[in-house]
């Protein structure tokens, strides 16, 4: 009797928890589920705050990088438009360079055309050549000579020829195929003849030969012309441009016979 005493506190206490058991048996496992759910909230928030830490960290970084991405392009632009400025330059130095060249080249060019003008053409024949007539002056074959006239319009002649035995002749310049006047000789230098603008003239008579060359001046009363073969230039006024000068002969009829011509020189220059 007395041992089933001795268990009776434990057995009331097993008794009551049971009973406590029974009439809460959900209290527990409410409990549990409740901080179950709260850790899983805690969890959850963690998490997106650590997203939300890496997004906001990823999004300062592509800023960094879109800004040293602008800076990158700003100054590759400024060096795109210093090399455009540079290229700007260097073409405008260049066209001024060949303008210079073209300057430089035109004065070359008239420079050329200038020693080309003031270049001496010349031509001679030592063959003896004969005319008999006094209506008109005659080509008998030249000399003659092209150059170039410039546009001061002068050009110089120098010519020499031998009036042969009888030495009666007279000799004109031609330019393209016409006579060029020399006007103010006709009393002076057409020695019995009927012709004008004689460049040389001779009349010294059977026997007697004569080498004239120009200036064309009065000779003793027997024609014109410095006598000797040394010419001195005779200055003329004519159209720029290209010309061919030649010399031509007459027969002033002074003298029984016909004239006769060699040793004949002609020499021509334009000049400023």
Known sequence: MTHRLRFLPLALILVGVTIGLAVHPSDSPAQSGASVDAATVARGDARTMRRADAALRIARRARLIARRGLAQANAVLATAEQASADAAAAKATADAAQTTADAAQTTADDANDRLNAAAVASDEDPTAVTTGSTADYVDL??????????ASGLVEIWATV???????????????????????????????????????????????????????????????????????????????????????????????????????????????
């Open 141 to 150: 074959g030249g000399p003659s000579v092209t150059v170039e006239v410039p």
């Open 162 to 272: 031998r009036f042969d035995d009888p030495s009666d002749g007279q000799v004109a310049l031609f330019e393209d195929g016409q006579l060029v006047p020399i006007p103010g000789q006709e009393l002076t230098c057409s020695p019995g003849g009927t012709l004008g603008d004689v460049l040389l003239s001779f009349s010294g008579g059977a026997g007697f030969a004569q080498t004239l060359s120009t200036p064309p001046a009065p000779d003793f009363g027997v024609g014109c012309g410095v006598i000797g073969s040394a010419p001195g230039s005779v200055l003329f006024d004519r159209t720029p441009g290209v010309h061919t000068y030649e010399l031509r002969y007459a027969d002033c009829g002074c003298e029984p016979g016909i004239a006769s011509f060699s040793d004949r020189l002609l020499r021509a220059a334009g000049r400023e």
